[in-house]
């Protein structure tokens, strides 16, 4: 039973404001309220709203007979000892305890956990939640949960699992989480139009909120994920159909026509003929007379590069400038550095704007943009900081999709007076699902690779073949080629996994056990953004031979030299973010490789390995991601969504997806502007919070 703390005027007072600081929660002091501030938890309405990552079920008890080693399980059994406490070292301390029930004995350890010798007692009952150890002869557990039968706080019942912080435990947050919902339930405003939720048999707001964060049954837990799913994806389809429809009525100049062979005679290749055709799809737009907003897919090396800088000519040539936003200083710098010297030769005068600039060269590039001395500029986040003004901005280009949402190509398409919009991603999903998930957006699909290019070749392997893997690596290095490693990401419990001590570690293993005479680096995504340019610059230049990374290199710097990918733990990545990975290699004239390492034996796993090793096709590997993940499990790990969805999931709720975009027309269609729907509104202007003019 979860104990209440707290007076009936703090109660009061968090009835009436979802918008009231979480400190008026019972237990969350100044130190708390700041490492809940890291989560971008700061109100209640925004503790409530801090869902689960995943489920785990512990509602069934089994004997310690029939526990498995390596399967998490509860189990209920008597202290048989007075737990004992051994000092092993500064900063390890363990408490042992011995547990029976009538088929067994449990030997169990906590490390660092002092308080439980005095809170475990000899008689008395617990439930433990762990992992179990041992053999079938001597079963053990290490820091197991543990608590009172009938509590059924972090056992007996569907538990959920949160992303935390240091300084917040499940059990902190679980039990705020339970006091928030019991103070704001019943204010909690339901955007959904009552005749939408009966339409699609959804639960109402306040159930949906109890029964994801406490479900009383995996029915109840399906319901509430539904219903909050649902209004996700209608919110979302609503804010892309307002975008649309304003797009619709504001008109622009149309461009001119130019004649593009200078451009096409001066490429030292030729393009494929769906690199033209999405030429030709984009250029149509910018001579249409409304602003274009056009999405180019194409695959890891598909040449949408060369898209991008046909339109910057096209642009540059009708007189008006064209920037190009990339997500990172060292993509920016390797796009200024391929598209200068193919453009400014043809009359496209070219500049380079990033945050890593020094002050004198940043204050020329903005004083030569805004006076118009520049058609086309290439940059980060810097092409939207305030003071960069354009002279007449006609085209917004944005590499990589899933770094920049609605609001970032809103914020850069604001520095000019409805300019068109190119937006460029090498994350292929189906074409049905992207004209749903895009709904702002043409789409044009590169589907042809430039001939020449050398697949790369893959493999997936046992975890017993590192031997054989780490000689390959030395091999291919000694003949001057370099390796990405990918390395395993361990859950560490409740905790959320460490990456900087993951990739640290195993850096360092590999620098003194595996290979001490080559040059190891690692790169991981708690670093500064800085830093990580810096280790992928110096990796660039040749100046290491092993690059150990978590994924933040899945987008990342070209490194023609790179020959060879090692995903470690491939069974934990979706099959698309490993063609993503895989993509870091195979840009160069050298034979490639891609070994995925899984000790993993489920069918699953299997039958995902094998399509990476039979085919190239993001298009492909996309389809069958979307097939092999089903409709999902809620007990499992949730899969990657888009960025801004906090439930759905695009791989899981495709249905749902579909469903909730027809509703969303239906609305616009009988209420065009919302005015009987305030409060819908409302929450799509906060979830599209840089672009609050789509209602105006």
Sequence with gaps: MIEKIGSQERRRHMEAELTASVREISGIGQQRARALGKLGIETLGQLIGWFPRKYDDRTSIRRIADLVPGESACVQAMIAAPPTLSHIRKGMDLVKVRAVDDSGVLDVTFFNQTWLKGSLRQGETYIFYGKAEGNLLRRQMASPVVEPPGRREMTGRIVPIYPLTAGVSQLILSRSIRQGLDACRDILPDVLPDEVRRDHQLCRIGYAYENIHFPHSPEALALSRRRLAFEELFLFAIGLRRLRRRREVVHVSPCQAVDMEPFYRSLPFSLTDAQRRCIDEALGDMRSGL??????????????????????????????????????????????????????????????????????????????????????????????????????????????????????????????????????????????????????????????????????????????????????????????????????????????????????????????????????????????????????????????????????????????????????????FGLSQLHQLRGRVGRGRHQSYCILISDSRTEETKARLRIMSRTADGFKIAEEDLRLRGPGDFFGQRQHGLPGLRVADIGCDTQLLQEAQEAAEGLLERDPELKGHPATAQRVIELFTQNEDIFN
Excluded: W
């Design 291 to 572: 602003p274009m907003n056009r999405l180019c897919q194409g695959d890891v090396g598909s040449g949408k590069t060369m898209v991008a800088a046909a339109c910057a000519y096209f642009c540059a040539k009708n007189h008006r400038q064209a920037a190009l936003m990339a997500p990172t200083e060292i993509l920016a710098r390797q796009h200024y550095a391929g598209l200068a010297p193919l453009l400014e030769p043809l009359g496209v005068r070219c500049a380079l704007l990033t945050g890593g600039l020094p002050a004198r060269e940043k204050r020329a590039a903005t004083a030569a943009l805004a006076a118009g001395a520049i058609d086309f500029i290439i940059g980060t986040h810097a092409l939207l900081s305030q003071g960069v003004e354009y002279r007449d901005l006609g085209l917004v280009v944005t590499d990589e999709q899933h770094r920049f949402g609605v609001a970032q190509r809103a914020a850069l398409a604001a520095k000019g007076t409805h300019p068109h919009t190119l937006v460029m991603s090498a994350t292929p999903i189906p074409r049905t699902l992207a004209l749903i998930l895009y709904g702002d957006l043409e789409v044009s699909i590169i589907d042809q690779l430039p001939p020449g290019r050398t697949p790369v070749e893959t493999y997936a392997v046992p975890g017993s073949y590192h031997p054989r893997v780490y000689q390959f690596i030395r091999k291919l290095v000694s003949q001057g080629r370099q390796a990405y490693i990918v390395c395993p990401m361990v859950d560490a419990g409740d905790a959320p996994p460490d990456e900087r001590k993951a990739v640290t570690d195993y850096a360092k293993m590999l620098q003194e056990e595996v290979f001490p005479e080559l040059r190891v680096s690692f790169v991981h995504g708690r670093m500064k953004p800085r830093e990580k340019e810096a280790v992928m610059s110096a990796f660039a230049a040749g100046e290491a031979d092993i690059l150990v990374s978590t994924t933040v290199i899945e987008v990342g710097v070209d490194v023609p030299n790179a020959a060879v990918m090692v995903i470690e733990n491939a069974e934990r």
